[in-house]
Structures are given as C-alpha cells and as structure tokens.
Nanobody, 124 residues
Framework: HVQLVESGGTSVRTGGSLSLSCVASGFTYAKYCGGWFRQAPGKDREMVATVTSNGHTTYADSVMGRFTISKDNDKYTLFLQMTALADEDTAMYYC???????????????????WGQGTQVTVS
C-alpha cells in the first residue's frame, strides 16, 4: 500500500523557520524523485523543490537560499527545511514521489506519481 504522509505544518511568525517531513511507504523510495509542492488559496500548485534519486536538488526561484530539501532513503523520509519565512509562503504543502527514470525530476514527472494529503503552513 503506497502512502506519503506529511507532517510539521503549523502557524509560524514571519521570518521564522519550520521543518516539514514526509514519510513514504509501499515502494522502493531510493529509486524515486522526491518533491515538495505547495498551493496557496486561489493559486495554482507550484513546485517548491525537488531532489533526484542521486541527490541533485532543484528549487523554485522564490525559495532559493531559504529552503533546503533532503531525502533520507534509509528512513524513507523527505524533508523540507524552511527559513526566513514570508507571508507569501503560506500554503498547503504537499510531498510527492515519482520514479526517477533519467536521474532528472522535472515537475511534470510527479503528475503521475504518488502524493501526500498535504500539511498547512501559515506565516503571519
């Protein structure tokens, strides 16, 4: 049974820090891309950060230098460390996984992948 379960979302002050986690189960996580996406009210879902099966990371321009994605294959867990949070970071955050066929994880590969239910981050 494939499952992705996010945790760590909460309300935080502007300028604060927060860490999100996503525990995966039911598939061989080491062979998969990991990704964090977010969706704010009234906006489209957007990629926040992705990591390939061999550790290459990609970030949205809006979070570059503030957020860090990491993937622990042994613990089947994806992390997102967020610092210098801004009000614009308020959103539902989703983790996703997609099979890493080409050692590349553009956002489109996650469309057919696995998704968690989301965890809410509110910055004010």
């Amino acid at each position: 049974h494939v499952q992705l379960v996010e945790s760590g979302g909460t309300s935080v002050r502007t300028g604060g820090s927060l860490s999100l986690s996503c525990v995966a189960s039911g598939f061989t996580y080491a062979k998969y891309c990991g990704g964090w996406f977010r969706q704010a009210p009234g906006k489209d879902r957007e990629m926040v950060a992705t990591v390939t099966s061999n550790g290459h990371t990609t970030y949205a321009d809006s979070v570059m230098g503030r957020f860090t994605i990491s993937k622990d294959n042994d613990k089947y867990t994806l992390f997102l460390q967020m610092t210098a949070l801004a009000d614009e970071d308020t959103a539902m955050y989703y983790c996703a996984a997609a099979y890493d066929l080409y050692m590349a994880c553009p956002p489109r590969v996650f469309e057919a992948g696995y998704w968690g239910q989301g965890t809410q981050v509110t910055v004010s």
